[in-house]
Structures are given as C-alpha cells and as structure tokens.
C-alpha cells in the first residue's frame, strides 16, 4: 500500500478551490506553500483515476469563473516515503479555545488538550475545515453541558470522537465503513490513552442506544438517508451536528431532518464551499 504526492502549482484565487475538490476525491491531507500545494492520496484511489479528476478540475474552475491554468505532476511513495514525508508536513494546530491537534511524533502542547492523531490512511487529520468547525461546535456544546453519550458517525481518523472523550463525554462510538478508517481510529484510541470508545466497523445501524450529541461529518447524500436513524439515536434534547455538505445542499439535508421531528438551529458557513449545521429536538 502506498500514496501519490500531487504537486501543484496553482493560481492564489483557485487555491480554496482545489484543495476543497481534493479532499472530495479522496484526500489524506493537502499543505499548502508559497507557491505549491502538497495534496496526499492513498494509491487504492487508481492514479488513472486521480489524473482524471485534476483534469476536470481545470473545467470546473473555468465554468466557476476562476483562473484554471495549473500544472501538476505527481510521485508515488510507498508506505515509508509516505511517514517520512508526510511526517515533515503534518504539523500541529490549534483547534477552538483548548484543543491542539498533534501527530503523535510531535511533542504535546502544555496547557492544552491534545488530541494525538496519526492519520495513516485514513480521512481526519484536523486541518479540514469541516473537522476544524466539527471540534469548535463539539468544545461549546460540552462547555454548554452536553457530557453523557456521543456518537461520530463515518469517524475516520476518530478525531471528532477523540476530541469529545477528551472534552469530558462519558461514553463514546465511532463508526465507519472503511476498514482502513477502523485501523487509524482504533489506533489513535489507544495513543490517546482512551478506555471508554469504542470503535465500530459499519454504517451508524451498528451503533446502539441513545446519544446525547451525533455528530455526522458526511456528503449531503449521506447525510439525507441517514436521517432517519441518525433522529431514532437521539436522546429527548439531544444535539446533531453536521458537516461535510456543499453551500447549497443545506436545506435538502435540513428538510430531511425535519421530516424525521429535529428542528434545526445553527448554520456556519466554512470558507467558500462548506456548511455545517446544528440540530435539536
Ligand atoms: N469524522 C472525520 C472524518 C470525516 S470523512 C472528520 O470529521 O474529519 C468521512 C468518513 O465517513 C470517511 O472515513 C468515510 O469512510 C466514512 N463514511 C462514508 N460513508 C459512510 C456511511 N454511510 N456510514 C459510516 N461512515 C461513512
């Protein structure tokens, strides 16, 4: 198993763009420089496949309107290359008014809480904004009180389960239908010390019970057919938080979370593309 490291010098304007449409096609991680992107995709995403998607990129930025002359070239990295370049790159951030997200080859931040996250292949790193506004809202809504059962449904690298466990959440599941995203998650459960998560392979059918806080961050597709469970899971004045949909998809999700008796209450936009949302009973 490896990765390939796309290499992209882009125009300033259709940076947002493209690291956004990256992470759509399967993205481990992008870093940004001066005057490149570093974007990380794991080989089973078929670099035929890959070359095809940076190439409509091109007539998707024309069509928005954006400067769509960029040039890319690519290398493969077997799984070593990988640690030892992506390693270099991973750097740790600050997420909301405490958390620090940090690779577990980094030293932890004093003061804060850390959450150590090695990606390996999977999607989660902290630095999408999605994930970053998913632990922002995750920090308030715990500061606010929420602190008995919380489920992460499609939890990747785990981050957003990790960071509940650490704000204080009494019990935690993550799930997810990739195996690799199980690998990552259960591995960063045992980094982080962590003895009251558990981590399942599947879609949120496998998880039990009832939650005081989902949180989903998902395709607006997803998102709409899970509606239905995500609302039988939530406990009376229980909190959904969404993430993960495209400006523009949001009230189709929000119309199928009212059908299932959730009333909706916050909305942030996240840069150019992204929303995510708030919702009760
Ligand atoms: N929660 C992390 C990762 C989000 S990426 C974060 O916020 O950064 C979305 C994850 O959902 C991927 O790992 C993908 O494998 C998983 N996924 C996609 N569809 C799913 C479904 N129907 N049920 C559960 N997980 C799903």
Redesign the pocket.
Known sequence: MGYYEFNIQVPDESKDAIINMAYESGSLGVVETQNYLLIYFPDHRGIKKLIDDFASFKTILKDSGLLHDFSFGYVYLSERDWNESWKKKFQPIDVGEDLSIIPPWEISRFGRINLLIDPGM?????H?I??KT?LELIERLTREGLKERFL??????????IGAAKLGFREVVG????PL?IDAAKRNVNLNGLTNMTILE???SVAKGAYDLI?A???SE?LI??APEISSRLKNKGIVLL??MIIGQEDEVIAAMEKEGLMFTERYYDDIRWVSLVLTR
């Open positions: 999977a999607f989660g790193t902290g999408h999605t994930t998913c992460d449904v499609g939890t990747g690298t785990g981050i957003l389960a799930v997810d239908i990739d995203a599947g879609t949120i949180a961050n998902l395709m997803i057919a899970i993430s993960g």
